[in-house]
């Protein structure tokens, strides 16, 4: 197995450096999601169950209704859960005993073993119940969250009946499984992160062409023409999304950018692209199960220009520097709020008009974990952003600076995100970061 991963790797990097169009068939997709997701269940969850004092993790989905959570342990092949599926991990830490139950029709992937005998239990909780008493956990983790979504997948339905079959060993307490269901989904592992710059890679790659006069013809083209052509781009490439791009435009003129009404789409929804814009997109990607979340700028160029304005640089460089700013202050069990205040406090010291909107992302866009700020909570986020910072999580940087343009007589907002990896000390973008603005008409 080891080394089929290591050529399905290999391939993969081959194709990131040749030909970004190309990525692995689905069959070697599916075989690097598989491998990835055993060694997560069986290296990872175990820690993360004794990190967590959670002694039995049970996760219950219906066909189509399925938990945010079962979506990220169920394998390639499959795309739902199958009638009800309920999984149950156990892991005794004194004894080091793991089991990985499946109490459903069929074992679900490599890993985890079918656990139901229809013939002894035609009742699918009696089944449950009887692995909770033999097993004899303490706290039973289930899947409600008050502050996190993806770990609120248990519906009211199964809660109830789960609850009322399974009668708990003594001492036994169903507890909330919240925490140990965002570290599942933030964990990232050195196997994930070498395919994680891939994802990061082809992203990058594919807005290059976007922002390029192969796609790009000023006084024709339109914002929504652009938009199009990065969703079919990504058809075409056999890729997935998990959010639709956005392009909008900042010019010399007497509009003032709001940067809120993007979010609402309220601006003017198709201009034409002009020599002299600075375009803006927001554009991510879905592969291997990872997610992808990315925002760049690029200036069209006049005639006779060769380069973008010194004044635009030099805004890209302040929203640079509000980057470094927030990452700095990245510190292990320092809660997003706190990474908030103490990032708007230095980016205000620094006369740099800041707003800072950045969350985790992995197995979702908008994944769980520390919440460090969202558009219209600068002030901090209840809940999600009293949850403190892990090692080895992954972070969109999103953010944007308001600097006066003079020579526009108006603030222009410079939108950055990029993707990186916080390994407990330090922080790094996963594949770099835009430091230069894309130019549209250099050949």
Not at 189 to 195: S, V, W
Not at 398 to 418: D, G
Request: glycine share 6%; charged share 20%; aromatic share 10%.
């Amino acid at each position: 197995m080891k080394n089929k991963i290591t050529f399905l790797l290999i391939c993969l990097i081959a194709f990131a450096n040749t030909s970004f169009s190309q990525v692995l068939n689905l069959k070697n997709q599916a075989e690097i999601i598989d491998e990835v997701l055993d060694d997560r269940i069986n290296h990872l969850l175990p820690s993360l169950m004794e990190k967590h004092k959670i002694d039995m993790w049970i996760i219950v989905s219906r066909e189509y209704n399925e938990d945010p959570i079962i979506k990220t342990l169920l394998p390639a092949t499959w795309l739902s859960a199958r009638r009800r599926t309920i999984i149950a991990f156990y892991y005794n830490p004194q004894t080091k005993l793991y089991k990985k139950l499946a109490v459903a029709r069929y074992k679900v992937g490599n890993t985890i073993e079918a656990a139901w005998d229809q013939a002894k239990f035609p009742n699918q909780w009696d089944q449950l119940n009887q692995i909770v008493n033999t097993l004899q956990p303490t706290r039973i983790g289930l899947n409600y969250s008050t502050d996190f979504a993806h770990a609120d997948g248990l519906d009211l339905t199964d809660y109830q009946e789960l609850t009322k079959a399974v009668k708990l060993p003594k001492g036994a307490a169903f507890v909330s499984a919240s925490n140990l269901g965002v570290s599942w989904l933030e964990t990232r592992t050195p196997r994930e992160m070498e395919f994680y710059t891939q994802v990061n890679s082809i992203t990058h790659k594919i807005i290059e062409e976007g922002f390029s006069s192969k796609v790009i013809t000023p006084g024709v083209t339109t914002t929504d023409d652009l938009v199009w052509w990065f969703r079919q781009k990504l058809n075409n490439m056999g890729l997935d999304t998990w959010f639709h791009p956005s392009v909008d435009v900042q010019r010399n003129d007497s509009v003032n950018f709001d940067h809120l009404k993007t979010f609402s789409r309220e601006l003017d929804n198709n201009p034409t692209i002009q020599a002299g814009d600075l375009l803006h997109v927001d554009f991510g990607i879905k592969y291997l199960r990872l997610n992808s979340d990315i925002q760049e700028h690029a200036y069209v160029l006049k005639p006779n220009e060769t380069d973008a304005p010194a004044y635009l640089k030099e805004g890209l460089k302040t929203a640079n520097r509000l980057q470094d700013i927030l990452t700095n202050n990245f510190k292990e069990n320092r809660t997003g709020n706190e990474i908030l205040k103490a990032s708007l406090d230095q980016a205000k010291a620094e006369n740099i008009v800041a707003s800072i909107y950045t969350h985790p992302i992995g197995y979702y866009g908008h994944a769980s974990g520390p919440t460090i700020g969202m558009w219209d909570m600068q002030n901090g986020v209840p809940g999600s952003g009293d949850y403190p910072m892990y090692k080895n999580t992954c972070y969109s940087i999103e953010l944007n600076a308001s600097v006066f343009i003079k020579e526009w007589n108006k603030n222009v907002r410079f939108m950055l995100e990029q993707n990186g990896h916080f390994d407990g000390k330090n922080f790094y973008y996963i594949d770099g970061r835009q430091t230069n603005l894309h130019l549209v008409g250099r050949h």
